[in-house]
């Protein structure tokens, strides 16, 4: 099996990911609105759980606990207030990171991940506040200095006092554990596979937080809004993760049982998977994301690893395109036809969707020709597309090495597709070849205004390695290319 040219892109107008053509360009504007509608009603939503939070805090005394009495009973009163705090925030980063389907689409997937990140240096500090100020408050009403409380109040927690410690103190060991082993110098020492195992403790972490905020928390405990409230935010935080983190990927590899049903040697040391399923037209899959693929192999199974599709799907088939970059995707040089595939997703925003405008210019380098050539394929399909309205700009070290040159030929020569194909060594602080960058950095935008005329009036797609795409999208800024039509989606986020 192979997959159709890309001159069979006009045959395959009707049939890209099983939904009819590309949406026409008249549509494009309302479909941005409807995304920014969605960011700004999932933003009102993060907000008012906070708001609701500090709101039920304060209507219940926490306010004038805060400002007035003895000074223990203030440091109480603070540490009811950061644990409330950093927990709503701890149950808002499980909703970024599990891969809800309105978050992804809004969003996209990294910088979703980005948001986790950042509420997580606010959530942790928070829920650590409000350990030490209620240990030492508690200590202060018994007559404790802070240093014997900290020693003694503990154990007299732990013994039995309040209810439910123990359990509140192991998902805090578990938190510090998740965050610690997540700065960058730790989670580079850690394999991918034995990252990913700690961090999902964080779902037990929240788990075992449970009982002791519904039973000991004074702002919780015999306040049934309250508490409603509460219950009503754990439950659907656990239902959202459940549902799309673990079941739906689940049903998904069961429905389309999915298997490699060839392996193709592109250039040395890159490969292509071409898969093959059950019902693939029903999987909502479009080009320009990614899923996690897990192979049923020995030294495979053990982990899912990100790629994007590299073909735009048509219903029947699947194909991925990997580099071999360390030991895993090594492995996939050498995975034999036949092997099932585990899938999660799809996941990510780099898709047509974000479309702002009728001409689009794609820019890749190395292995993100990937989604790069997977999103000119559907764009091609669009019968509604004028020739030479998709441009692809494809930046290589030379035309030897360059992965799809041939398929990028034939879509140049029976589709249209504007075709921009730089090799050669980089100019000093630039991105293009010396002979595009000759008058240094400064001037990579007059040299892609040169290459793209009419550039201001495309929407960008970017992907490559990370700083690479830094210079690329501080040249398009600097071309004058508005922000909201420079599109990346970035796997290192």
Same mark, same amino acid.
């Given at each position: 099996?192979?997959?159709?040219?890309?001159?069979?892109?006009?045959?395959?107008?009707? =049939?890209?990911?099983?939904?009819?053509?590309?949406?026409?360009?008249?549509?494009? !504007?309302?479909?941005?609105?409807?995304?920014?509608?969605?960011?700004?009603?999932?933003?009102?939503?993060a907000v008012a759980v906070v708001v609701a939070t500090a709101g039920f805090f304060l209507a219940h005394g926490g306010g004038h606990d805060l400002a007035s009495?003895?000074?223990?009973?203030?440091?109480?009163?603070?540490?009811?207030? %950061?644990?409330?705090?950093?927990?709503?925030?701890?149950?808002?980063?499980?909703?970024?990171?599990?891969?809800?389907?309105?978050?992804?689409? %809004?969003?996209?997937?990294?910088?979703?991940?980005?948001?986790?990140?950042?509420?997580?240096?606010?959530?942790?500090?928070?829920?650590?506040?409000?350990?030490?100020?209620?240990?030492?408050?508690?200590?202060?009403?018994?007559?404790?200095?802070?240093?014997?409380?900290?020693?003694?109040?503990?154990?007299?927690?732990?013994?039995?006092?309040?209810?439910?410690?123990?359990?509140?103190?192991?998902?805090?060991?578990?938190?510090?554990?998740?965050?610690?082993?997540?700065?960058?110098?730790?989670?580079?020492?850690?394999?991918?596979?034995?990252?990913?195992?700690?961090?999902?403790?964080?779902?037990?972490? =929240?788990?075992?937080?449970?009982?002791?905020?519904?039973?000991?928390?004074?702002?919780?405990?015999?306040?049934?809004?309250?508490?409603?409230?509460?219950? /009503?935010?754990?439950?659907?935080?656990?239902?959202?993760?459940?549902?799309?983190?673990?079941?739906?990927?689940?049903?998904?590899?069961?429905?389309?049982?999915?298997? =490699?049903?060839?392996?193709?040697?592109? /250039?040395?040391?890159?490969?292509?998977?071409?898969?093959?399923?059950?019902?693939?037209?029903?999987?909502?899959?479009?080009?320009?994301?990614?899923?996690?693929?897990?192979?049923?192999?020995?030294?495979?199974?053990?982990?899912?690893?990100?790629?994007?599709?590299?073909? /735009?799907?048509?219903?029947?088939? #699947?194909?991925?395109?990997?580099?071999?970059?360390?030991?895993?995707?090594?492995?996939?040089?050498?995975?034999?036809?036949?092997?099932?595939?585990?899938?999660?997703?799809?996941?990510?925003?780099?898709?047509?969707?974000?479309?702002?405008?009728?001409?689009?210019?794609?820019?890749?380098?190395?292995?993100?020709?990937?989604?790069?050539?997977?999103?000119?394929?559907?764009?091609?399909?669009?019968?509604?597309?004028?020739?030479?309205?998709?441009?692809?700009?494809?930046?290589? !070290?030379?035309?030897?090495?360059?992965?799809?040159?041939?398929?990028?030929?034939?879509?140049?020569?029976?589709?249209?597709?504007?075709?921009?194909?730089?090799?050669?060594?980089?100019?000093?602080?630039?991105?293009?070849?010396?002979?595009?960058?000759?008058?240094?950095?400064?001037?990579?935008?007059?040299?892609?205004?040169? #290459?793209?005329?009419?550039?201001?009036?495309?929407?960008?797609?970017?992907?490559?390695?990370?700083?690479?795409?830094?210079l690329v999208e501080s040249a398009l800024r600097a071309a004058g290319v508005p922000a909201a039509q420079i599109h990346d989606e970035r796997f290192t986020a």
């Amino acid at each position: 099996m192979s997959f159709p040219p890309s001159s069979a892109v006009g045959d395959r107008r009707d =049939v890209i990911g099983g939904r009819g053509p590309t949406r026409p360009t008249a549509s494009v !504007a309302s479909v941005s609105r409807a995304r920014r509608r969605r960011a700004d009603a999932l933003e009102i939503a993060a907000v008012a759980v906070v708001v609701a939070t500090a709101g039920f805090f304060l209507a219940h005394g926490g306010g004038h606990d805060l400002a007035s009495g003895p000074a223990a009973g203030r440091l109480v009163a603070l540490g009811r207030l %950061t644990g409330l705090l950093g927990t709503a925030l701890l149950l808002l980063q499980l909703l970024l990171a599990g891969r809800l389907p309105w978050v992804d689409r %809004t969003y996209g997937h990294d910088r979703a991940l980005v948001a986790h990140r950042h509420l997580s240096r606010v959530a942790l500090p928070l829920l650590l506040a409000h350990a030490g100020a209620i240990t030492v408050g508690y200590a202060a009403q018994d007559g404790l200095s802070p240093l014997v409380g900290w020693l003694v109040e503990p154990v007299r927690l732990l013994s039995g006092a309040v209810p439910d410690m123990l359990t509140a103190f192991a998902a805090m060991g578990l938190l510090v554990v998740v965050a610690v082993t997540s700065v960058a110098a730790a989670r580079r020492r850690l394999s991918r596979e034995a990252w990913h195992v700690v961090h999902l403790t964080g779902y037990a972490a =929240v788990a075992l937080s449970v009982p002791h905020q519904l039973s000991a928390g004074s702002d919780i405990a015999g306040h049934p809004v309250t508490r409603l409230f509460w219950l /009503a935010l754990y439950i659907a935080t656990a239902g959202a993760v459940l549902v799309f983190r673990f079941l739906l990927p689940l049903v998904r590899s069961l429905r389309h049982t999915l298997t =490699v049903e060839e392996v193709v040697h592109e /250039a040395p040391g890159v490969v292509s998977l071409h898969l093959r399923g059950r019902a693939l037209h029903r999987l909502p899959v479009r080009a320009g994301q990614f899923l996690q693929w897990r192979f049923l192999t020995p030294g495979l199974w053990a982990a899912a690893h990100p790629w994007s599709i590299s073909a /735009a799907p048509d219903g029947q088939h #699947l194909r991925i395109t990997v580099r071999d970059l360390g030991d895993h995707s090594r492995r996939l040089l050498n995975v034999r036809p036949g092997t099932r595939v585990v899938i999660e997703g799809p996941y990510g925003a780099f898709t047509a969707e974000r479309r702002t405008r009728r001409r689009v210019l794609l820019i890749a380098a190395g292995i993100g020709i990937t989604p790069i050539r997977a999103l000119a394929e559907e764009l091609l399909a669009d019968s509604d597309t004028p020739p030479g309205d998709i441009s692809v700009l494809y930046r290589g !070290a030379q035309m030897e090495t360059m992965v799809f040159r041939c398929e990028l030929e034939r879509m140049s020569t029976d589709a249209g597709l504007r075709l921009l194909m730089l090799t050669g060594p980089s100019g000093r602080g630039s991105w293009l070849p010396l002979q595009h960058a000759a008058w240094g950095r400064d001037d990579d935008a007059a040299a892609l205004h040169h #290459l793209v005329p009419g550039l201001r009036d495309h929407d960008v797609y970017v992907c490559g390695p990370a700083a690479w795409m830094d210079l690329v999208e501080s040249a398009l800024r600097a071309a004058g290319v508005p922000a909201a039509q420079i599109h990346d989606e970035r796997f290192t986020a």
